[in-house]
């Protein structure tokens, strides 16, 4: 079989930026925690590929250290979608059309209503900036996608012969949820996350960007051009770099999840063969 | 159509309700005591018991939250604790950049994202729709906020068209109001766009597929005039819920731009309000914002049932 083009692009990219974290905990370049401000906003150089930033502080070791931060908030605030929206879709197409699915649509409709910034807002106000706001905020965002997404499929699956044979073995609704439905739409949720993965990415780094994310001295990508606007005028590089990698840890992720769900629908499939 | 219209305008107020709520939780309930979150730790105990009475926070808390939501549906928000004027002058004050730059944003995201799709689906598998599709694969990779950026470093830095950041304020002249709010707009567009020409493209391809174009085709039509004549308005209904959802994406967006041009929005309210802890105006922006959204999803609801009486049923 033939792997799609834009799987094995995406696998690339978000290997380099594993890569690039895994290295980060037991090498960077420089140590980020270190201000050499004699050393400040220099070009690449050999002993700084990337140059330094406006604190001379390394901006390649900034960036994978960033990486952590970013990739910690949008993993977690995956998991917080998956961790509570599939349960929530589940039981909502467990019992179509009852009470508690009405209940359960209309609460994600609530949430809904509220973008992850305006979430990140009111949590900010109330218990000031820190990147466990953002990881909540962008989590909370999740929770209403994954259980429309599990919903919709859900229901789908409720529908066919082998739920109704293990419903005459006497299998109950959990059972048959836990069995039979949810490994069938592995595959959905799996391409869902990476889009919420690449998502929250980006929704990190717009928070980080208005100082509603990861504080420092944490270094964050958003949190760099933050800094980096400063000194658009006489260092633009400072901008360019957060902003590249951005755009291709994203660029990988989306072409991850494309790839996948190519691969595992097969009616796209059969197309390209 | 009205029995349809009264049920949405029913879960539309309880919506609004339970948003309002929420928000009232959030804001007034969950600090404790807002007066001395506001005042922080160092305040006066006559000073605390001064601002409780004035922000009438010695009620009990469905009192509040009442006096809150009927005064919202007034018009009066409150005062605010640090600018000391009312909230709704401030939020008016703003509105009128914020909502102007979603809205041209929105307009201009529709104006490049409809053309590029018609192409990319009319021309599919071709050139220019591999072309296409890589573009907006990155378009929508691109931060907004640093797309702001490099918008301003080419724009306003080397070729010097248009102003770094600021805004002249619309009684200065529509131009000048237009100009300044043109680099936040394509900033908070683009990637939009190119969400939308994505999904536009592949809704019109879906409904290629239907009998109705076979027949179309059939009857002689060529590809693209059966796209143009029967396909174009059918794609239309994932196309509108986009659009809907994109509305908020942007108004959100538009906070977050509006600090790369040092635009006096909303955005910049709400974080001046942060920075302060002026409780009263964050709660009120938030929920103004929220029933931004709240509106937009019910407009979009009844115009997919104004195009597909199919959905009226739902």
């Known amino acids: 079989m033939k792997l799609p083009v834009q799987l094995i692009l995406g696998l690339f990219l978000t290997a380099i930026f594993v890569i690039a974290v895994l290295l980060s905990f037991i090498w960077t370049p420089h140590d980020v925690s270190i201000l050499t401000i004699p050393d400040k906003l220099l070009p690449a150089t050999d002993k700084y590929w990337l140059g330094t930033d406006h604190l001379g502080r390394d901006m390649l070791s900034m960036l994978m250290v960033g990486a952590r931060t970013s990739i910690a908030v949008a993993i977690v605030a995956v998991g917080i979608g998956i961790g509570i929206g599939v349960p929530l879709g589940l039981m909502a197409a467990a019992n179509r059309g009852s009470f508690l699915d009405e209940i359960i649509m209309r609460g994600n409709d609530l949430v809904f209503a509220f973008p992850s910034l305006v979430i990140a807002i009111l949590i ?3 218990f000031g900036p820190s990147a466990i706001n953002a990881i909540l905020a962008i ?15 859900a229901l789908s699956i409720w529908t066919l012969d082998y739920i109704l044979a293990a419903r005459t073995f006497g299998k109950g609704a959990f059972r048959i949820s836990a069995e039979h439905i949810l490994p069938n739409i592995a595959n959905l949720l799996i391409v869902q996350g990476t889009i919420q993965f690449s998502l929250g990415i980006l929704a990190e780094a717009g928070l980080s960007y208005v100082g509603l994310g990861a504080q420092p001295p944490t270094p964050s990508w958003g949190r760099m051009l933050a800094d980096a606007q400063t000194f658009i005028y006489t260092n633009p590089m400072l901008a360019f770099l957060p902003g590249i990698t951005i755009v291709l840890m994203v660029l990988g992720l989306n072409l991850l999840g494309d790839g996948l769900r190519d691969l595992f629908d097969p009616r796209i499939r059969r197309q390209r063969e | 159509m009205i029995r ?45 018991s001064a601002l409780r009475q004035e922000l009438g926070l010695n009620g009990s808390i469905w009192a509040r939250y009442f006096s809150w939501a009927t005064g919202m549906l007034t018009g009066d928000f409150g005062i605010s604790y640090t600018y000391r004027v009312p909230v709704s002058d ?15 944003a929105l307009l201009l995201s529709i104006i490049i994202a409809f053309p590029v799709g018609l192409i990319a689906a009319s021309r599919r598998g071709k050139f220019s729709d591999y072309s296409i599709m890589g573009a907006t694969q990155m378009g929508i990779a691109v931060p907004n906020f640093w797309f702001a950026m490099l ?8 070729l010097k068209w248009f102003g770094a950041g600021g805004f002249p304020g619309w009684e200065n ?7 300044a709010l043109t680099l936040p707009a394509i900033a908070l567009a683009l990637p939009q766009a190119s969400i939308l020409a994505r999904v536009m493209r592949s809704s019109l391809l879906e409904t290629l597929t239907q009998d109705y174009i076979r027949t179309a085709r059939a009857k ?21 819920t986009i659009i809907g959802l994109q509305f908020s994406f942007l108004l959100a967006g538009a906070i977050i731009i509006e600090n790369v041009f040092f635009l006096p929005g909303l955005g910049r309210l709400i974080f001046q309000s942060i920075t302060q802890r002026d409780l009263i105006v964050v709660e009120s922006a938030v929920m103004l914002l929220v029933f931004a959204v709240i509106i937009v999803t019910f407009l979009v609801d009844l115009a997919y049932a104004a195009v597909d009486p199919r959905l009226r049923k739902s």
């Open chain 1, 139 to 153: 989590g909370i965002f999740n929770i209403p996608v994954f259980a429309r997404v599990t919903r919709g499929a």
């Open chain 1, 124 to 126: 900010t106000a109330v």
């Open chain 2, 220 to 240: 002689g039509l060529t590809r693209s005039q059966a796209l143009r004549r029967h396909a174009l308005r059918n794609a239309m209904i994932p196309v509108l």
């Open chain 2, 151 to 158: 918008l301003v470093l080419v724009f306003s830095i080397n």
């Open chain 2, 90 to 104: 401030l939020i008016v004050q703003r509105i009128w950049v914020s909502l102007p730059l979603a809205i041209i």
């Open chain 2, 173 to 179: 002249g529509l131009l000048a109001g237009l100009k």
């Open chain 2, 4 to 48: 349809f219209a009264t049920a949405r305008i029913l879960s539309l107020s309880l919506s609004l309700i339970a948003a309002s709520v929420v928000v009232f939780a959030v804001v007034e309930v969950i600090p404790g005591d807002p007066a001395s979150y506001m005042l922080g730790m160092n305040a006066e105990p006559e000073t605390v």
